[in-house]
């Protein structure tokens, strides 16, 4: 019924930027919150930014005045502005949103399969 997909990840100098996308498609009714995990290797996956539905954004202590989450809701579609890229960037990035199918069930949690993102020195 609903499909993330993920886009714009690549392999880049350190110091570069990158703008990843992701857009669900598929029978939406409606998207609440959405986000941006990451996963680099032998580590945990970790919440990087996420964005409600009113457009109100958080970021953790890692990426804070470097990346910079938004949302367009005419196309269903989470980016991530992504700055100053260091190696320790380096991670599969995956989209995650709260989607509502139907206008009288709650949201479920839908995940992308993921963009690799690779910074060198």
């Known amino acids: 019924q609903v499909q993330l997909v993920e886009s714009g990840g690549g392999l880049v100098q350190a110091g570069s930027s990158l703008r990843l996308s992701c857009a669900a498609s598929?029978?939406?009714?409606?998207?609440?919150?959405m986000g941006w995990y990451r996963q680099a290797p032998g580590k945990q996956r970790e919440l990087v930014a996420t964005?409600?539905?009113?457009?109100?954004?958080g970021y953790s202590d890692s990426v804070k005045g470097r990346f910079t989450i938004s949302r367009d809701n005419a196309k269903n579609t989470v980016y991530l502005q992504i700055n100053s890229l260091k190696p320790e960037d380096t991670a599969v990035y995956l989209c995650?949103?709260?989607?509502?199918?139907?206008?009288?069930?709650?949201?479920?949690?839908?995940w992308g399969q993921g963009t690799q993102v690779t910074v060198s020195s």
């Open positions: 995650n949103a709260q989607i509502k199918t139907t206008p009288w069930r709650s949201a479920n949690d839908y």
């Open positions: 598929g029978r939406v009714y409606g998207i609440t919150a």
């Open positions: 964005i409600t539905a009113d457009s109100i954004t």
